[in-house]
């Protein structure tokens, strides 16, 4: 199991297993998602998705979106300073500080999902999902982040009363904790 991109590397890991005919008795991934499995929404979907919660929310939404807008914009500002800081300790022939090299290895992560080759997995899959998902004017998450299409054998989705990340740390650790207990073999 893996959680994430760790996910991922799981489902790899099984899909090889299975090819060596050493099936997993049990894959379990902990909210990662297929690229390119949200559905685009039509423009008068998104339309009449903005009106309905203007009316709902009012200037809350329009707060929340702004707030949200604004923190991408930092992030990706953020990411084009550490691609600039990791380009000039190399250019000095520095090593790169620990925080440096953790974001070079999303960037590897992040290259080598879009190259990865998503095929069809005999087994089971296991799915914990987290129930608080971002909210998009212009998509929706597929409720199986995109695995139904390659679970050939069943897909169990449980959904876990948290966010992404923060269903491995309190308070939502311990809720998750319980499901997991239900969920692994004996």
């Known amino acids: 199991g893996g959680a994430s991109f760790g996910g991922i590397v799981a489902f790899e890991m099984s899909q090889q297993l299975s090819e060596q005919g050493l099936q997993p008795s ?32 009012g200037t809350t939404f329009l707060m929340r979106k702004a707030e949200g807008k604004a923190a991408y914009s930092l992030k990706v500002l953020a990411e084009h300073a550490k691609r600039a800081a ?20 999303e960037e590897a992560h992040k290259r080598a999902l879009t190259r990865y080759a998503f095929r069809a997995y005999a087994g089971k899959i296991t799915l914990m999902r987290a129930a608080q998902r971002g909210y998009s004017i212009s998509e929706r998450d597929d409720p199986t982040l995109g695995w139904q299409q390659f679970a050939g054998g069943e897909l169990e989705v449980h959904d876990v009363s948290s966010g992404h990340v923060s269903m491995l740390f309190e308070p939502y650790v311990y809720t998750f904790a319980e499901l997991l207990k239900t969920i692994l073999p004996s």
């Open 26 to 57: 049990f894959l379990l991934l902990i909210d990662p998602f297929i690229p390119g499995s949200a559905k685009h929404l039509d423009v008068k979907d998104q339309i009449s998705g903005l009106w309905k919660s203007l009316r709902s929310e």
């Open 86 to 105: 990791c380009s000039g300790y190399r250019w000095a022939g520095k090593s790169l500080p620990p925080t440096l090299r953790l974001f070079e290895a």
